[in-house]
């Protein structure tokens, strides 16, 4: 059976130390796709709150059951590659834009930033709403979010 993490993502994610297998990210627990941009000023405001509660949230009993994947609405490689600079977590490559498109249209984004949490074994959706989370559960208590 093919694993549905890698494909909605590919083989490989970006991630501050090289390159991530998609299939490593297939465990219990929950993965986040950041739809985001640095041209975009709503998304420069929300990038710093998410960036703290990601890492609070990853020194948690349950954060290694949660990663997010940046996926970019940037215009070019070098202006993701320096937004992404300021970000914990990992990249869809930039030069898949075709998936970029893909995940856009799976989970019904419409503008960004956007924050999809899903289940990181299945793909299946759990919010679209994500970006809620992260200020009305600063502890992440109510992980997974089902």
């Known amino acids: 059976m093919a694993d549905p993490i890698v494909a909605l993502l590919g083989d490989k994610v970006q991630g501050k130390d ?6 490593s990210l297939r465990k219990e627990g929950v993965l986040g796709l950041y739809f985001s941009a640095h ?19 990853k020194k948690t009993s349950n954060g290694d059951k949660f990663e997010i994947v940046f996926v ?8 993701c590659e320096g937004y992404y600079k300021d ?13 970029k498109e893909e995940l856009g ?16 074994q299945t793909g299946d ?4 709403k994500a970006r809620a989370i992260v200020g009305e559960d600063p502890e992440g208590t109510k992980f997974p979010w089902k």
């Open 87 to 99: 970000m914990p977590w990992l990249v869809l490559p930039f030069s898949l834009r075709a998936k």
């Open 125 to 128: 959706e759990i919010t679209t």
């Open 39 to 57: 041209w975009c000023p709503p998304c420069r405001r929300f990038t710093p709150q998410l960036a703290e509660w990601y890492g609070k949230f």
């Open 18 to 23: 090289g390159e991530v297998q998609v299939s």
């Open 72 to 79: 970019s609405s940037d215009r070019s490689e070098e202006d």
């Open 105 to 120: 249209e799976k989970y019904q984004v419409s503008g960004i930033p956007t924050l999809v949490f899903i289940d990181s």
